[in-house]
């Protein structure tokens, strides 16, 4: 509308023939759209919102319908009472111009407020409060990230800026470490299922051991240890492929760490709050994971140096081991004559032990002799009075005194002897010996 009735104007102005200078004709619309709308009061959501080294503010701003360009500069964006973010829906209050060396209409803003949030926005925070709720964001579950990754795997556009900037980035630092990217498209409405179908190929690639790398293409088989998810900076628009939920849980998949690294330092995402460890730019997100090669030489070279002290010490002390010992050990002939003196010595002590050890022998063994038939005769007293005891013993045992006394020892026919009338019937022969013969008898009465 801004721009027809602009049109229109000078049409009506252009129609009696006169010739325009660019510059003229972009002054003389400036000067319309002045008198006709200005000031104005917009509102719309913020998109592109960027912040000059000047203070000046550049942004656009948005409705289902259309945009226009924003110029809010540094004496107006000092007396805002917050940052704008994009995708927040916000009220404006300025002028229509021209910006006569482009020929651009935007909107020179004076004021800024907050309207509430915009779709986009609040798309994001309902996502992003769904999936803390979930615990998806706890500390707790970041990984650290491995201090020298075997490979490094990156999932982004092959034709973006931020592949360029990650691998130049990794060259430099650690050209020895091989890069495995899984392209995928950033931007648009198919980037969310490519950047998911990105990495769930990658994570396959890293559980079969089985990737290869375009940048190093002669080292197959790379070892994946980490993730770089990265996009270059852009607006709310550009970014949101990177707040999808199913992105976000594919991104919690991950058997190895991952490091994301979307857009400016001021842009976040639902990705960055999933991922490991968030990186403010693709070229930071590189520098996380690659130690210079500069500082792993200074290690090892410290760590070289440390060896070779440890080593001399080591070897110092041995040496001094090895002179206390010669100095005790002396020379091998010293030694030997050394051993030869002990011997001898040790010769003599024991000629005269064994000398004082035979002569202490054969004393003990003439007092031995000298006692011994003494002990004999002692011996053989007492045994022959142990024998005579024995014999009177014995002698009062003889059945021979028994039998003198008038008693008889009877036997049967087989020289059994008969003890009780029981063993014997009527009739039957037995024998009776007494003290000076043997008679044979019958049996003619039994009790």
């Known amino acids: 509308m801004v721009m027809s009735v602009g049109m229109a104007e000078v049409g009506q102005l252009g129609a009696v023939g006169r010739v325009w200078e ?45 945009q226009i360009r924003c110029a809010m500069f540094r004496r107006a964006a000092g007396l805002l009472a917050f940052s704008p973010r994009d995708g927040e829906l916000v009220e404006l209050r300025g002028r229509l111009s021209v910006y006569e060396p482009r020929g651009d209409l935007q909107l020179v803003v ?10 986009w926005f609040e798309q994001f925070l309902k996502l992003r409060a769904k999936l803390e709720a979930e615990g998806l964001f706890d500390a707790s579950r970041k990984r650290p990230l491995p201090l020298m990754p075997r490979g490094i795997g990156v999932v982004t556009s092959l034709g973006a800026a931020a592949l ?20 995928s498209s950033v931007q648009g409405v198919s980037a969310p299922a490519e950047l998911i179908a990105a990495l769930t190929n990658l994570y396959r690639l890293i559980e ?27 607006s709310i628009e550009d970014l949101w492929a ?23 330092e001021t842009d976040f995402s639902i990705a960055d709050f999933v991922a490991d460890l968030r990186a403010p730019t693709p070229t930071a997100a590189a520098e996380l994971v690659a130690q210079p090669q500069e500082v792993w030489q200074g290690a090892l070279a410290i760590l070289e140096r440390r060896l070779q002290t440890a080593a001399f010490r080591r070897l110092d002390v041995q040496a001094q081991r090895l002179d206390l010992t010669a100095g005790r050990l002396g020379r091998p002939s010293a030694r030997v004559a050394s051993q030869r003196l002990w011997l001898a010595s040790a010769g ?10 035979l002569d202490h022998k054969q004393r003990t063994l003439d007092a031995l002799q000298a006692r011994l038939p003494e002990a004999v005769s002692r011996q053989f ?28 020892w009877l036997t049967d026919t087989q020289g059994r002897t008969v003890t009780s009338v029981r063993q014997i019937t009527m009739g039957q022969a037995v024998r009776a010996t007494l003290a000076d013969g ?9 009790p």
């Not at 990650?166 to 091989?178: K, M």
């Open 22 to 66: 660019v510059g003229a004709l972009c002054h003389a619309i400036a000067d319309a759209l002045e008198a006709r709308f200005n000031p104005v009061t917009v509102r719309g959501e913020i998109s592109g919102f960027s912040r000059a080294s000047s203070g000046h503010c550049y942004f656009s701003l948005k409705d289902a319908s259309g």
């Open 438 to 446: 043997e008679v044979d008898l019958n049996v003619s009465n039994l």
């Open 208 to 234: 079969t051991g089985r990737g290869q790398s375009p940048v190093s293409p002669d080292k197959a088989d790379v070892m994946v240890d980490v993730i770089l998810l990265v996009r270059g900076g852009g």
């Open 110 to 119: 004076e004021s800024m407020s907050r309207a509430g949030q915009g779709t």
């Open 242 to 264: 990177f707040n999808d939920e199913q992105l976000a849980r594919t991104i919690i998949r991950s058997p190895v760490p991952v490091v994301s690294g979307v857009g400016h």
């Open 381 to 408: 007293g007492r045994q022959q009075e142990q024998l005579d005891r024995a014999a009177l013993r014995l002698g009062l045992l003889d059945p021979s005194l028994v039998l003198r006394r008038g008693y008889a």
């Open 164 to 183: 360029h900037d990650v691998v130049s980035a990794l060259q430099r630092r650690v050209p020895h470490i091989p890069v495995v990217v899984a392209p």
């Open 348 to 357: 003599q002590r024991l000629q005269v032990f064994s000398m004082h050890f």
